[in-house]
């Protein structure tokens, strides 16, 4: 059972260039959102998915795309790179309500915009 | 909007001793979370806390909330040094959940 599984898990990327952080997980899972941290700041959610074809805005969402055709994958696509995105992203999935069970975090991708 | 206020940012104890960190929340929130991060690493899930009241225990970790004053604790008893990590609380409303901004625990020898 892997989890949720985020590639690559290191990133430099060029200002203006494009790249999609791809995250997949295999525990059916009907949640699944995108996280940026920033030191000092907590981790704050950019955007998130209740299910295929369902996607939704978090806090922090300009400059980042997400689709979701399928129940196992949520990639989150960067359109046009800016030295402002370099941070460490986390992919996180969940069941969906109140339950007792925790979210399950990706090891995450470290993306450098330079 | 739903903010979360952790205290404090930076922690610095004993082995042996206790201690507690602060998690506020400012509007409604159906469930508080905790987790543990270590240098480099993802986040681990701690504590799932879905009631007014709820108290949840793991080893020397205790969590706790109370949802009329938007309050949960996490309480660290007889600190040990494999504690020393940074500890997160997460407020969720609406699939939205937003992070304190982390406390810095370190246990000295």
């Known amino acids: 059972n892997a989890g949720v599984t985020q590639t690559p898990k290191f990133q430099v990327l060029k200002t203006g260039q494009s790249m999609t952080l791809q995250c997949a997980q295999d525990m059916n899972h009907e949640y699944m959102s995108w996280y940026r941290q920033d030191p000092g700041m907590g981790l704050r959610l950019i955007h998130y998915?209740?299910?295929?074809?369902?996607?939704d805005q978090g806090e922090v969402p300009n400059g980042y795309n997400v689709s979701r055709s399928t129940t196992e994958d949520f990639p989150l696509r960067l359109l046009s790179a800016a030295p402002s995105q370099t941070s460490v992203y986390f992919c996180?999935?969940?069941?969906?309500?109140?339950?007792?069970?925790?979210?399950?975090f990706g090891s995450g991708t470290r993306l450098t915009v330079v | 909007e739903l903010k979360v206020e952790q205290n404090p940012l930076f922690l610095s104890m004993q082995e042996g001793k206790n201690y507690t960190i602060y998690c506020n929340y400012s509007?409604?929130?159906?469930?508080l979370y905790w987790y543990r991060q270590d240098p480099g690493k993802s986040l681990e899930s701690l504590f799932v806390?879905?009631?007014?009241?709820a108290v949840k225990q793991e080893g020397r970790l205790m969590a706790s909330l109370d949802t009329k004053a938007r309050l949960s604790t996490l309480h660290i008893t007889a600190a040990v040094h494999d504690l020393s990590a940074t500890y997160f609380c997460a407020a969720h409303n609406n699939n939205d959940m937003r992070f304190g901004a982390g406390t810095r625990l370190t246990v000295k020898p």
């Open positions: 996180a999935s969940s069941r969906l309500g109140r339950t007792e069970d925790g979210y399950t």
């Open positions: 998915s209740v299910g295929a074809g369902i996607t």
């Open positions: 509007t409604t929130s159906d469930r």
């Open positions: 806390l879905l009631s007014n009241g």
